[in-house]
């Protein structure tokens, strides 16, 4: 039996390996933009519920979900400055989680009292926390492009099945040629397709895709949920922006549900960065008035329409759920049947079983490094 | 380890402590207007179902949910004078229980199935019933106030939490400071936080809160699950009826579901009467037109919308919902940190795991009185 | 304690008792018209999954639910001939289940691959599949009537509850007269109930409803899952169609949910037969406006409305579905009271108990054969 068979690669709930291994890292776990100053919102990262914050001065901060007092949801309460105080007694707590007000209890109560805090940071758009033991690894999680540009972040999606099996997807460059052509001619695609082959580096998984002509697509999958790739103009565009660089992160909200996280750099300045946010206003605009990505998942799913016949602003992501969700909430992978296509797939399993078992054994696993801002995606095609 | 957290003093199930301790008493279990006569409708009381009806001389009655024949539920059926007839196969029930006709049966086979029935009566606008052993106690369940007064009987929400979290809740009176100013200027408030106390009595508890300048606010808490106390003129009725006497009912659905029972004794007469029963149609004809109560909790919770921006008639109920059954479907009160304020909550935990504990261990309960009509709440503030 | 009660008559998942029962025949698992040339569909039966396709060539076809390769639905892809292609990496399988293509693979994968693939035929508007071991029994299932005739099949329900409920009500004669007439004059009606006998065959069961007139009615049950009968002319057809045979079959989904299919053998032809069909459109238009069944069903179930005071294009579905799938997911048996009406329930539960415990007990269960074409129902009142 494979070591990916032996330990489970797809949990992250506290305590197991893969919880284990995930909470060394920052995880990106909302889009900054979604966060307005003064409001608390609930999240759910790796089973466990917090409450994120972005106090007055506009410090965005992971705190307990409930209060210690009695359990209420500290999100339903009032942030005032950077401090957060509950709904139900007006308990009141600093941004480090000391409580430092009890209005209806004796003077020395509140010292004693203290709710988890976690490290808290922004970066391309996206808010990261820190829900390990000790001090979070080194700050950014990645390095954003060096070229001027536009930062671009996406609709967060709420998918609901395991991150691995959408991590996974991103190493799989076959299936563009499928999902995304469904209706077109794919036998003329298929002679097109890349070869895939990956290697393991300090940082995560670089991978190749050779296309027949020779060109060499590469991509960067960083330790431990996100790719970094450069994909066409996006669809509904019209080109502008042109090729951009995209970062793929996926979180988990449980075993079986996470948050699809993308954010992008778009090499525009000037009047070309007016037309791409004059584009984003009318595509956003169209989302709007469209059917939600999961309403029109499920249509799918039950047979009550076919995907191929599917038109929607934000159709890529639909294809991408509908198949990737498709497997399952947890996909059973003692099933597959693997073929040279899935190499990149393969490697990274290898790798995450490797260090996962050595968590579940008590070796020492490997030491993950920052990924070095000059090692890039190359487009090759 | 103290008794209340070795027992556990929140399931109502048939057969668990708790269970049977429920079951020793009157238990509010639906508003006498929505029951129309001639109809029969299901209801389900701490994790069992039930039929209620109103046979055409006005009687309610609890009834089994199913037929004994073949399992159909007898809420589908017909009502027939006081009896319930069975929609499946027109097996007919007096309302004791007891089967009178069986269309297509041998005759003398009906007179050897029954069904269970349950006593059941109606007490300030309330349909009381008694699912335990034996006799019922004594009739009713609470004295109502001796004044002159209308029975107003608010709409009954489905809470989905357990019982017990909203109960305590109504020995809190520091919460109301807080939940119910959501935006409001609560420190100013927090300077005249009542000093809770409270006493066991021989129906209950009685409960003090002393404010700074010496008010003390008494409110009763009737076993096992019902709270009388005095409270301002109703939100939306602009001061019409006054000072009011409310009861509060929680009676377990399951063990994550209760129902929210609230009747109230208003001291008017006459015109007055009149005026405060123009509010109140007024006042419905709001709630109408509403969003339902729940589906804006829901929001809450989600962090679609901050409980501070709402605005909603039912606008204390949403706030008392979204902290309570924000606790959880069943509370947690292992993570607690209690203080002073908590006296109340407190002491009737104690009570009742001492209860509990007595059932469990086979000892003689206490023997609850019912209360005096001669001890009433005082407004105190 | 009966045979009944130590075997799970209830239960069709694979490798129970019933699920090995079941396997042995040929089950109705869609609606011919309901499938389209070149499409796909998701179906479950007996708790697996499956996908369901109609080839360009008019060939329906019930394969595995999922590609082999990385677990894809393989509804999701393209219908190409009668093949199917999966959508995420462009595998394709022929209608018998081997792999053709694998686009980015070596060239000699393919043949080392295949899917399940399962014998599937339509007759009288209804597909058909065998998912046992072996070949599958003689065609068709049950004969059609020998008369010229028009097929009308109506729209399929899906009902929550198991399907043995439904399939035993279709042996419950008696239950007309009351669930089918709320509200009317059922004293009057109950004194013309039929008395209930039935006999073994060796194709399943026949059933004999007495009247005290001495007019017999003959109904056919069909093993495992189907009832063929007469029916008065259906209702919101003006009596147009006269009266029909009808065969009803309960296909399992799950344990908790069945299909609920009929088909029907209207003796009308030429300009009869386009009255009838004109009827036909305008009561599926009525359908269109109409409520969903189930959602009526579940206004009922709740006491939101009820049963008696219900009108609905399919009035007698709503009512069959209330009180069959009121019964509970899985009716508890263990409880009722049956009398000499229930004849017909009690000889099926026997024969069905008894095929179980042999299959459970690894003895040989009955040879059942393909019903005689002279064998009928008979209409008797």
Redesign the interface.
Known sequence: MKREELVDITSTRPGTPGGRFMRQFWLAVHRSEDLAKG?????RIMSEDYTLYRGESGRAQVFAY?C??????L??G?VEGDALR?????WKFDCGGQCIE?????AN?ARK?SAPSFPTREHMGLVFAYFGEGEPPAWPPYPAPPQEGLIHCWNVETVPCNWLQCYENTA?E??V???HR??GS?AKL?AD?PVISAEETDWGMLRYGTRPGGQVRHTLHYMPNTTRVIVPPLAGFDGVGGWQEIYFSFTPIDDENHLWLITSHVKVAGAEAERFLAKKAEFLEKVRQAPKVMDVVHD????RR???DIDHPELAMV?DI??QA???RI??RT????????AGIILWRKMLARELAAIAEGRPPKKWRVPPPDVVPIVGV
Do not use: T
Not at 300 to 303: I, L
Not at 335 to 342: A, M, N, P, V
């Open positions: 409001h608390a919102k609930p999240i409930r210690p007092h009695r359990g209420a949801p999100h339903l009032w509950c709904l139900y007694h007006g009890m209005p209806a209890e004796d109560f009292v799989d076959v299936h040629a499928f999902v469904p209706g794919h298929a397709l799918v799913w039950a047979g076919r995907l191929v294809q509908a198949v498709g497997q399952g996909a059973d099933k597959e049947h693997l073929g040279r296509s899935d």
